[in-house]
T-cell receptor, first 113, second 111 residues
Framework: NAGVTQTPKFQVLKTGQSMTLQCAQD?????MSWYRQDPGMGLRLIHY???????DQGEVPNGYNVSRSTTEDFPLRLLSAAPSQTSVYFC????????????FGSGTRLTVV | GDSVTQMEGPVTLSEEAFLTINCTYT??????LFWYVQYPGEGLQLLLK?????DKGSNKGFEATYRKETTSFHLEKGSVQVSDSAVYFC??????????FGPGTSLSVIP
C-alpha cells in the first residue's frame, strides 16, 4: 500500500544542470499534480495531468516539463536548474469527477547552488 | 476566480486549549471543502472534508462545518495536544475540478 512515492528525497544541483523528479502512484488515480512549497508562498501548482497522455500547466510552469505516458507515473523535469528553483516539491494524486481529496507524496527537497 | 482565505499564523496554544482556525472561501457553484494537515518534514495529509452545505467533517477530534451562508469552513478541536503541532491548509475543489489551497496556518502547541 505505497500510495504516492517520490524520489529522490533530497537533491543538490548546480546551476544549469538538469534532472528528473520521479513520482509514482499505485492507486489508479487519474489526476496527478506537481506542487512546489516555499516559505511564505504556500503551495503553487506547477503542472497537472487528468490522465495518461494529457498534461497542462499550472500557475508556475516555467523551467519545468512533464509527461504522462502511464497512469502510474508523472515525472517532473527541470531543464536547466536555477537557484530560484530551490524548493520542496510535492507530487499528489486523486480520483476525478467527485469530492476526492489528494494523496500527497513525502516530497523532494531540492537545493540549486 | 475561486479562492481560499485562512487566518494568519502562527497560532500558539497551550496543551488542552480549544482550537479554531478560520477559513473562508469564494467560489462559483457548490465546491467541496477540505482540511489538510502537514507535519514537519512530511507531505500534506487529508484531515477531513465536507461536500455540501451543513455537512460536518470530522477526524482525530477535529471538526469543520460547511457553512454556505457565511462561505466558511472553520476547523475546530476541543482540546489540542502537542502532537497536533503542524501546518493546516484549507482547500476547495471547484466546479471545474480544480483544487485551490489556502496559504496554510501554522499551529504550535506547548506543554
Amino acid at each position: 500500500n505505497a500510495g504516492v512515492t517520490q524520489t529522490p528525497k533530497f537533491q543538490v544541483l548546480k546551476t544549469g544542470q538538469s534532472m528528473t523528479l520521479q513520482c509514482a502512484q499505485d492507486m489508479n488515480h487519474e489526476y496527478m499534480s506537481w506542487y512546489r512549497q516555499d516559505p511564505g508562498m504556500g503551495l503553487r501548482l506547477i503542472h497537472y495531468s487528468v490522465g495518461a497522455g494529457i498534461t497542462d500547466q499550472g500557475e508556475v510552469p516555467n523551467g519545468y516539463n512533464v509527461s504522462r505516458s502511464t497512469t502510474e507515473d508523472f515525472p517532473l523535469r527541470l531543464l536547466s536548474a536555477a537557484p530560484s528553483q530551490t524548493s520542496v516539491y510535492f507530487c499528489a494524486s486523486r480520483m476525478t469527477g467527485g469530492p476526492y481529496g489528494y494523496t500527497f507524496g513525502s516530497g523532494t527537497r531540492l537545493t540549486v547552488v | 476566480g475561486d479562492s481560499v482565505t485562512q487566518m494568519e499564523g502562527p497560532v500558539t496554544l497551550s496543551e488542552e486549549a480549544f482550537l479554531t482556525i478560520n477559513c473562508t472561501y469564494t467560489a462559483t457553484g457548490y465546491p467541496s471543502l477540505f482540511w489538510y494537515v502537514q507535519y514537519p518534514g512530511e507531505g500534506l495529509q487529508l484531515l477531513l472534508k465536507a461536500t455540501k452545505a451543513d455537512d460536518k467533517g470530522s477526524n482525530k477530534g477535529f471538526e469543520a462545518t460547511y457553512r454556505k451562508e457565511t462561505t466558511s469552513f472553520h476547523l475546530e478541536k476541543g482540546s489540542v495536544q502537542v502532537s497536533d503541532s503542524a501546518v493546516y491548509f484549507c482547500a476547495l475543489t471547484s466546479s471545474y475540478d480544480k483544487v485551490i489551497f489556502g496559504p496554510g496556518t501554522s499551529l504550535s502547541v506547548i506543554p
